[in-house]
T-cell receptor, first 115, second 116 residues
Framework: DQQVKQNSPSLSVQEGRISILNCDYT??????FLWYKKYPAEGPTFLISISSIKDKNEDGRFTVFLNKSAKHLSLHIVPSQPGDSAVYFC??????????????FGTGTSLTVIP | EAQVTQNPRYLITVTGKKLTVTCSQNMNHEYMSWYRQDPGLGLRQIYY???????DKGDVPEGYKVSRKEKRNFPLILESPSPNQTSLYFC???????????????FGPGTRLTVT
């Protein structure tokens, strides 16, 4: 059963506008969330993360929002640029210093930024 | 240059012929992991390792083996590959998870495996 869900397989946005990518999770034990970007024929690259003790984390054009009560997080990209066109994966984990931690990824959202 | 390397990048093999995909990182990371990516299923974790000689099953470990004899290497072994293991495989590494710190993973370029 998918513990991390990205319900929008694709999204198209005009250059300069805001891109909003959404992610839902089911496991309340998750305490760390990450977004990765993936270009074709490359491995995913880390974009931004957020700890469950926060509700917002910002890094340049990228902001991640976490709503723990709704088990929902979103990635905002402002302004969107053509180079942002890629597949975006949401991931979640629960820290356990003794047994390690598993990561759970969503199915990805393909973002296309139209010039 | 900090990186995760995987070999081979592409592999076509036949059912039942044992194979190993190597993974190596040069960042002194404690944590290493293997994932497979399939259409409509995203990335799924196969095995992970918190440190040398410590490995744990991920979400989809059936049909795979791993070993962690050295910190920098984490090979993925398919003892008897089957067509349902045809997939895109990624190795990743990171510092060990600690509360309050960031532990984003660095991914290798991927290995495209086809089992006929």
């Amino acid at each position: 059963d998918q513990q991390v869900k990205q319900n929008s397989p694709s999204l198209s946005v005009q250059e300069g506008r805001i891109s909003i990518l959404n992610c839902d999770y089911t496991n309340s034990m998750f305490d760390y969330f990450l977004w990765y970007k993936k270009y074709p024929a490359e491995g995913p690259t880390f974009l931004i993360s957020i700890s469950s003790i926060k509700d917002k984390n910002e890094d340049g054009r990228f902001t991640v929002f976490l709503n723990k009560s709704a088990k929902h997080l979103s990635l905002h990209i402002v302004p969107s640029q053509p180079g942002d066109s890629a597949v975006y994966f949401c991931a979640a984990s629960a820290v356990d210093k003794d047994t390690g931690n598993q990561f759970y990824f969503g199915t990805g959202t393909s973002l296309t930024v139209i010039p | 240059e900090a990186q995760v390397t995987q070999n081979p990048r592409y592999l076509i093999t036949v059912t039942g012929k044992k194979l190993t995909v190597t993974c190596s990182q040069n960042m002194n990371h404690e944590y290493m992991s293997w994932y497979r990516q399939d259409p409509g299923l995203g990335l799924r974790q196969i095995y992970y390792s918190m440190n040398v000689e410590v490995t744990d099953k991920g979400d989809v470990p059936e049909g795979y083996k791993v070993s962690r004899k050295e910190k920098r290497n984490f090979p993925l072994i398919l003892e008897s590959p089957s067509p349902n293991q045809t997939s895109l495989y990624f190795c990743a590494s990171s510092f060990r998870a600690r509360l309050g710190t960031s532990y984003e993973q660095y991914f290798g370029p991927g290995t495209r495996l086809t089992v006929t």
